[in-house]
């Protein structure tokens, strides 16, 4: 008999696992997958860690978290620091003074803080809405170059249907700081994200290509305890109703030359581009393979977001308030469920940065013990 059945590999799963195994606790992981690390699985492909779910840039402020993920895994110094492409014209991002320059030709932190001034004119009282947010903290033609149409691309959503919060994620700075997070500790793990969930279930019994929903009540039997980090409407088949999630679609190309777009990350902020953003996954290694040689080949990923549909991967929860009143009401149903943890980004219904998963995942385990 187990302590735990985990199920899901991913992030969340794996941190937990690893505290209940060293809590000395018997622990079984499942996944329905062929692979380990759920969506910040990494593979190798011409010598590059490619971010097959997407790009993962790892950040904290907290240094538990920051601490525990490092003894896995030694994090380079990568930066973020995003390009918007919007029809051709290059912007810095997040936003800061080389934005405000290129926008507006403004030379000094008061020229550029008198110019958002001047535009946030039209937000009277609170921000009821994204579009609001977005021109309250940095004026209507960055929101019209750099926000509305890669918001609009990225959820399907008018930016006037959208929560604030979401742009309250991006900074915006009157210094020369291309720096995308406000975070004391980040980078990428030296030889990809895979390898560190690797390291982190060393020793822990995994079994992959097992998918809990399709044979629960063997699988249940096997343990004390649940931990289940998969969506939580389709745990509950549906039955209030589905949670809409956003999905995402890479179309990946290798190229036979050093550098396509010079940077990690390029996003395309105008609508007419179908792609939200272009990936080049050599650049969180600096173009480097391990023994620091220069890499002749570059991957890339055009990233497509659409709305989830069955069969798709869902990636990010639509935190609207029709879908946040149906979560409440699979929240509750959750918490009856005997002897069943919910947790992770799909489990919790949560925008969950990394960070926020392996911390949500230890104060679950904290509380455990009590
Ligand atoms: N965003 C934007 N323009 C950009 C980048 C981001 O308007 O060039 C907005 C957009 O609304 C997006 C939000 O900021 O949903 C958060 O973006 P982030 O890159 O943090 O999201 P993630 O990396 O999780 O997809």
Not at 65 to 92: H, I, Q
Not at 164 to 171: C, D, E, G, M, V
Not at 279 to 286: A, R
């Amino acid at each position: 008999m187990y302590d735990y059945l985990i199920v899901g590999a991913g992030l969340y799963g794996a941190v937990f696992a690893r505290l209940a195994t060293d809590a000395g606790k018997k622990v079984l992981v499942i996944d329905k997958r062929s692979t380990v690390a759920g969506n910040i699985y990494t593979e190798k492909q011409e010598g590059i860690n490619v971010h097959i779910y997407g790009a993962h840039i790892f950040h904290t402020n907290n240094k538990e978290v920051w601490d525990f993920l490092n003894r896995y895994a030694t994090f380079n110094r990568f930066t973020n620091s995003p390009v918007a492409n919007y029809k051709g014209e290059l912007y810095s991002l997040p936003f800061n003074m080389y934005t405000f320059n290129k926008m507006w030709g403004v030379v000094t932190p008061e020229e550029a803080a008198a110019k958002i001034e001047e535009q946030r004119k039209e937000i009277k009282g609170e921000p009821k809405n994204l579009e609001e947010q977005a021109i309250s903290l940095v004026g209507r033609d960055i929101y019209e170059k750099l926000i509305k149409g890669y918001t609009e691309k990225q959820w399907g959503r008018d930016c006037k249907d959208l929560p604030a919060f979401i742009i309250k994620r991006l900074p915006v700075r009157l210094t020369f700081d291309n720096n995308y997070f406000n975070a004391l500790f980040q980078g990428i793990p030296v030889g990809g994200y895979t390898k560190m969930i690797e390291n982190m279930l060393k020793g822990i019994e995994v079994r992959l290509n097992t998918d809990y929903l399709k044979d629960r009540e063997n699988l249940k039997a096997l343990a004390k305890k649940v931990v289940y980090t998969g969506p939580v409407d389709a745990y509950f088949d549906y039955s209030l109703g589905t949670l809409e999630y956003r999905s995402v679609r890479f179309e990946n190309e290798t190229l036979d030359k050093p550098s396509f777009q010079g940077n990690a990350a390029v996003n395309y902020t105008d609508r007419e581009t179908p792609w939200t953003r272009i990936i080049e996954h050599k650049w969180f290694e600096f173009g480097k393979d391990e023994n620091g040689n220069d890499l002749p080949k570059t991957v890339i990923s055009r990233e497509y977001s659409s709305e989830w549909k069955p069969g798709d991967e869902p990636y990010y929860p639509v935190n609207d308030a029709k879908n946040g009143a149906l979560y409440e009401e699979y929240r509750k149903l959750a918490e009856k469920e005997n002897n069943v943890i919910f947790g992770g980004r799909l489990g919790e219904y949560k925008y969950y940065d990394m960070d926020k998963t392996v911390e949500a995942a230890m104060d679950k385990f904290k509380k455990e013990g009590r």
